[in-house]
């Protein structure tokens, strides 16, 4: 079956995202990415959709519930590179992706993963 | 206005969604269509396609370029046999789903498009045709 790679990078995932979605690869990625959590202890995932050409209602959907699941597992999900042309259409569309931590790039989204790790974990040491 | 150019493709699982979707950007960009424009129109393609897929039971869509004067445009018709809609009104409320999605299909591609009609009866199916000029 075909599968989104997720790396793993210390303690952060990362997941670029260089195909069209269809709906089942996004659902999918969900489940891989929940149980890749689950399974390495990571505290942040960074999605690069870059390459991504639309992002309609569905992979919208899919995005947020990535975000609010990672949450709940006790990670951070940033959403990094999305192209302005799709940030146009997804607001007109009416998806704001409330509560979706975005970045312009791979780097400042990371700057971003780091700053709310060392905010929240007081002495967390791994 | 005239047809330059029409086709049709089918609209029976989840692939079509994609096929569909490429072969839109394909056109919009043969047409010219600015970055933004594409992406719109891609993006309606794709949330009528999936309505026509997931709530219409499958289907087709039917595409045309078009000619009117200096301008140039695509008219995608998404239509299958389907259930039907009985409330349009409802249909075309933000955040209302009769579905799993999020409510934004049919009032979110009409959003995006020039010119959207929609026609459809309780049993027959529904009809779904957008336009967008360059």
Redesign the interface.
């Known amino acids: 079956m075909e599968r989104i790679p997720i790396l793993r990078m210390g303690e952060f995932l990362l997941v670029t995202i260089q195909v069209d979605l269809h709906d089942q690869l996004a659902l999918t990625l969900q489940d891989d990415l929940t149980s890749r959590i689950e399974k390495t202890g990571a505290r942040g995932v960074l999605i690069d959709i870059s390459a991504l050409e639309i992002i309609d209602s569905f992979v919208g959907r899919m995005i947020a519930d990535i975000s609010a699941m990672s949450r709940i597992l006790d990670a951070r999900t940033v959403l990094v590179g999305m192209q302005p042309a799709v940030a146009i259409t997804l607001v007109e569309l009416g998806l704001s992706l409330e509560g979706v931590r975005t970045a312009l790039d791979v780097e400042r989204g990371m700057r971003i993963l780091r700053t709310t790790l060392d905010d929240g974990a007081v002495d967390e040491r791994r | 206005m005239s047809v330059v150019d029409s086709g049709t493709l089918p609209l029976r699982g989840?692939?079509d969604?994609?096929l569909a979707?490429?072969a839109v950007?394909r056109m919009s960009q043969e047409i010219k269509f600015g970055?933004?424009d594409?992406?719109?129109f891609?993006?309606a393609a794709?949330?009528l396609a999936?309505n026509t897929v997931v709530y219409g039971r499958g289907g087709e869509m039917r595409w045309e370029r078009l000619r009117e004067g200096a301008r140039e445009g695509l008219r995608l018709c998404f239509a299958d046999q389907g259930p039907g809609i009985p409330d349009m009104t409802l249909a075309m409320t933000?955040g209302w789903t009769s579905g799993k999605?999020?409510g934004?299909?049919l009032?979110?591609?009409k959003?995006?498009v020039n010119e959207f009609s929609i026609d459809t009866a309780v049993d027959q199916g529904t009809r779904v045709t957008v336009t967008r000029w360059r």
């Open positions: 989840e692939q969604i994609v979707r490429q950007r970055i933004v594409q992406t719109k891609v993006t794709s949330e999936r933000d999605g999020l934004l299909g009032a979110g591609a959003r995006l």
